[in-house]
Structures are given as structure tokens and as C-alpha cells.
């Protein structure tokens, strides 16, 4: 008697070039011919009907899959589809991938129904296909609404929900918090400004300037959210722009920075200080109102940054201006009387350093 042993399986084959080109838009006989194109099917026996078949039949199973991509802990939980655990991490990263041309676009716009059928001109303007450039806007508009009213830390937040990896949430977390600050990043004058631009200065302002901070008294609160008690507190720095205090700060600038700024500069950044002083404590005021903050990439620019060019300091004098601005301040009686105040100052100066130089055309 003859025994013969029987093995069903179910497990899935996931093809990640036809996926690929899944997730940018490509239709089934687009998809199809680009394949073609990579590999001789004669040596494979095989015919441009069964690469046509087998380009359906992925993107089928990945049709099946989008509903639980938009919530991806259920991936590893459900039994329709067997995958191993790299390929389920693999769908959720990729499907999560965005170009950064498109969000760069996305950023100035609300996330509504009527945006989404207008991204037609954003398709356009960076050569991504509609069908992907919609995918990329649901996905920031999903993970926006999923962690904007949950507390905590936004990175964690939304790698708990979307199982992104660290790099991947870090984005997310830049674009979830300038929409909700409504941050104005799409005024011509910014356009030399990348994504990781934006996302580098607002991951900055995530670590010291929002409930999330260290230095923060209470983390109950959403980090996608700045520390409204910081907030309350740089109004004490108003104190800077009274004349005593600049002019005891202009010349404590003057000595740290004559052994190192050339003197063409060291001339234009005494002329101007008292201005440029009061710009920066002007901006940090600024941070209480919304309606102020929402500017603070543009007043970074125009105030600060379009002057210095005009002035010719290279990106090396604005570093040098700004460490010392920093530093300098805190040999004034003004914060050797008062602790709190320091650690508002070195929390707004920290992080609004790394923002200019990180605006500063190299």
C-alpha cells in the first residue's frame, strides 16, 4: 500500500518590485511592461501572459490588503493572509513611505475632503502620480487624526499605532506637529526649504519646546502641542530689550567675538545689534500668539536670515553670532539673579540656534 504525505499551506509570496510599483500608482499593464523590461521570459519559459497574470494577482492580494495597512497592528493578527514578520514589516514601511517633494506640498495645506480631489497640481508639480500622492495624503491625514488627541510623546504614539520604525515615525511626528501649529511654510521666500528642513526644526522644537520636553513640569498633555507654561514664561525675557541690558550686551558680544568675526562683520553686528536683539526676543514673545507663531519660519527668514545675506556673513558668522548671543547673556546680573530664567533662555535659545542655522543657505 502506497502512503502519500499531503502539505497545505496558505502562505503569501509578496513580490516588493511589483509592490513598489503598486504603492506609486502604476496601473496592472504599466506595472506589466515594466517587468517585462527587467527580465528575458523566454530563459523563463514563461509568457507575457503569465507575467500579466502574475502582476494581477499581486496587485489583488495588495487591494486585499490596503483596509489593514490603514490600521497595521492587525496585519500581525489576522489569518487570511500568512506572512512571516519581515514581510509584514516590510508592507506597513513601504506603505508608509512618502516622497518628500509631496509632502513638502501637503505641509501648507489643510487636510480636508476638498484638498484631497485638488491634488492634481501637486501630481504635476513633482511628477508623482495622483493615485500615490492620494495615498501619501490619507496616510499623513490618518496618523494625524489618530494622535492628535492622545497624550504622550508623538513618536511613540504613532509607532504604537502604525508600527513605524523609529526614523519613519520621527517624520510623521514633524508633520503631524506643523500642521497642528499651523506653521506657514509655504510663502515663496521658503521654497528653498526642503521637507527635512521643516522636519529637522520642528523634531527640534518637539524635544524642547512642547510637554514632551525634559524640561517641561507637566507631561500629561500632547506633545503635538508647545509647553504653554514655557510659552508663558519667554515673556519674562521682554526684560532683554531695554536699553540697559542691550547695551551691557552688546559689549560682552563685542569681546567674544573680536578674536574670531571679521571685522567687516564685527562692524555690521554692532551697528545693528540693539535690532537684531530684539528681533529674536521679539520672536520668542511671539510664540504666545498663534496667530505670531504660526510665522515663525518666515520671521526666521525675513527678519534674521535675509538680513545677514544682505550683510554677507556666511553661514559660520551666524553660528558665531548666535552661540555667543546665547552665551554672553548669561553673564548679565539679570540671569545670575535668576535660575528659572536661564533655563527659559538656554530651553528658547537651544533650540531657535539649531532652527537658523539649520534655515541658513550653506
Same mark, same amino acid.
Do not use: I
Given at each position: 500500500m502506497n502512503e502519500m504525505v499531503v502539505f497545505v499551506g496558505n502562505h503569501c509570496s509578496i513580490n516588493p518590485d511589483i509592490y513598489e510599483l503598486w504603492l506609486k500608482g502604476f496601473t496592472v499593464s504599466e506595472a506589466a =511592461?515594466?517587468?517585462?523590461n527587467k527580465v528575458n521570459l523566454k530563459t523563463l519559459g514563461a509568457t507575457y501572459d503569465d507575467l500579466m497574470s502574475d502582476v494581477v494577482d499581486n496587485f489583488r492580494l495588495f487591494h486585499g @490588503?490596503?483596509?489593514? @495597512?490603514?490600521?497595521?497592528? =492587525? @496585519? $500581525?493578527?489576522?489569518?487570511?493572509?500568512?506572512? $512571516?514578520s519581515d514581510t509584514i514589516n516590510m508592507l506597513i514601511q513601504r506603505y508608509y513611505s512618502f516622497d518628500a517633494s509631496v509632502i513638502r506640498e501637503i505641509f501648507g495645506r489643510k487636510l480636508t475632503s476638498k484638498n484631497r480631489k485638488d491634488l492634481d497640481d501637486i501630481s504635476e508639480e513633482t511628477g508623482v502620480s495622483v493615485k500615490s500622492c492620494r495615498r501619501q495624503f490619507d496616510n499623513v491625514k490618518r496618523v494625524f487624526k489618530t494622535v492628535d488627541e492622545l497624550s504622550g510623546r508623538l513618536v511613540d504614539n504613532i509607532q504604537s499605532h502604525y508600527c513605524l520604525s523609529q526614523d519613519l515615525a520621527k517624520a510623521y511626528a514633524a508633520i503631524v506637529f506643523i500642521t497642528n501649529n499651523r506653521f506657514e511654510t509655504g510663502k515663496k521666500k521658503l521654497n528653498y526649504l526642503t521637507f527635512d528642513d521643516f522636519a529637522i526644526c520642528a523634531n527640534h522644537m518637539i524635544s524642547n519646546w512642547s510637554y514632551s520636553s525634559e524640561d517641561c513640569q507637566t507631561h500629561e498633555d500632547m506633545d503635538v502641542d508647545m509647553d504653554r507654561d514655557f510659552l508663558l514664561d519667554l =515673556?519674562? @525675557?521682554k526684560v532683554l530689550m531695554e536699553r540697559e541690558y542691550a547695551e551691557e550686551h552688546r559689549g560682552l558680544m563685542l569681546r567674544a567675538l573680536q578674536p574670531v568675526m571679521r571685522e567687516k562683520v564685527l562692524s555690521e553686528m554692532d551697528s545693528n545689534f540693539r535690532a537684531v536683539s530684539k528681533t529674536i526676543i521679539s520672536i520668542a514673545n511671539g510664540l504666545n500668539h498663534s496667530k505670531e507663531s504660526r510665522d515663525i519660519f518666515i520671521d526666521i527668514y525675513e527678519k534674521l536670515i535675509e538680513q545677514w545675506i544682505q550683510w554677507q556673513w556666511s553661514k559660520n558668522d551666524a553660528q558665531s553670532f548666535l552661540l555667543a548671543f546665547k552665551d554672553t547673556s548669561l553673564q548679565l546680573d539679570l540671569f545670575r539673579s535668576s535660575p528659572k530664567l536661564v533655563k527659559v533662555w538656554e530651553r528658547y535659545m537651544g533650540t531657535f540656534c539649531l532652527c537658523v542655522l539649520q534655515m541658513y543657505p550653506s
Open positions: =511592461r515594466v517587468e517585462q @490588503l490596503e483596509e489593514m @495597512l490603514k490600521t497595521p497592528p =492587525r @496585519l $500581525s493578527h489576522q489569518l487570511v493572509y500568512q506572512f $512571516s =515673556r519674562e @525675557l
